[in-house]
């Protein structure tokens, strides 16, 4: 369930997704293409979204393959990218990355869903205004439900390669640590920010994840052999709860049980 291939749906009835062609501005130019090398010189696909110099936020399952057992070998962060060739800020390969071991050993993988991707060296200097991670109330949540909408921009694999899209849609209900949303994506959108404007700012208040399958197990609406997800189907990711928000600030502290932080690869 956790592979690129298979976590996310088009929800009917029509593909909303737009290109963004203006990868420059804030926030797209913090918006990162994760090109992982999984040691046999493919690079295949995920989401990610800068949250300083040398940070990006994306999926625990971009990090860390269960059909695989492994993380990739390499990852180059590629933010603002436009399309195959344009990358206005370079790839910065990784150093590190860390994910929780609550991702790794289970049982409810679903909810440890994100990690950290420390970079090599700091980005352009271009790069200096980044969407910070917020930790919601449930009352703030259900005034976000009432009242807005999130965005979720990424790299779907079933647009031209390197082509940002983006979908403005609506939270419909959220958990503890979980929060379903209507907003259209497709694989390769995983590990993007949902994003919420609070007044002048723009905050990151999870990590897109998940959805749901069509009776082959696979994506809806993502190739034209797969219809639209019906009206009412729900994508989901991980909610910003004081464990993401406190890892994010210091990684390598001791932690207990599904908290403590895996260092990779």
């Known amino acids: 369930m956790f592979e690129g291939d298979t976590d996310l749906a088009v929800i009917g009835p029509v593909d909303s997704r737009v290109q963004e062609i203006n990868t420059t501005r804030f ?19 995920c989401s990610g979204i800068l949250i300083g110099r040398r940070l990006a936020l994306t ?23 436009r399309d195959r060739y344009s990358k206005p800020y370079g790839a910065i390969e990784s150093r590190e990355y860390w994910i929780p071991r609550g ?4 049982p409810d993988r679903q909810s440890w869903d994100w990690g950290v991707i420390q970079l090599s060296r700091d980005v352009p200097a271009a790069l200096n205004h980044f969407a910070k991670p917020q930790v919601l109330s449930d009352a703030a949540f259900r005034r976000l439900i009432e009242t807005s909408r999130v965005t979720i921009a990424g790299y779907p694999s079933d647009r031209p390669i390197g082509t940002m899209w983006r979908n403005r849609e609506r939270v419909v209900r959220f958990g503890p640590r979980r929060l379903f949303h ?12 949902i994003l919420a404007r609070h007044g002048d700012e723009v905050s990151i208040i999870g990590v897109h994840t ?3 399958l069509d009776a082959e197990g696979r994506s809806h609406g993502c190739n034209r052999a797969t219809v639209l997800a019906p009206a009412g189907s729900v994508n989901s990711g991980v909610r910003v709860v004081p464990d993401l928000f406190n890892a994010i600030a210091d990684p390598a502290a001791t932690r207990e ?3 403590q932080m895996l260092r990779l690869p």
Not at 35 to 44: I, K, L, N, P
Not at 103 to 106: C, S
């Open 103 to 106: 991702f790794i050993e289970g």
């Open 27 to 45: 926030p797209w130019n913090t918006i990162a293409h994760l090109c992982r090398d999984f040691g046999d010189g493919t690079c295949r696909g």
């Open 210 to 212: 998940a959805g749901i």
């Open 182 to 193: 209507t907003v259209d994506t497709c694989p390769g959108h995983s590990g993007s920010a």
């Open 257 to 259: 049980g599904p908290k």
């Open 59 to 81: 999926a625990a399952h971009c990090l860390w393959s269960i059909a695989r057992a492994a993380a990739p070998r390499h990852i180059l962060v590629v933010p603002g990218r």
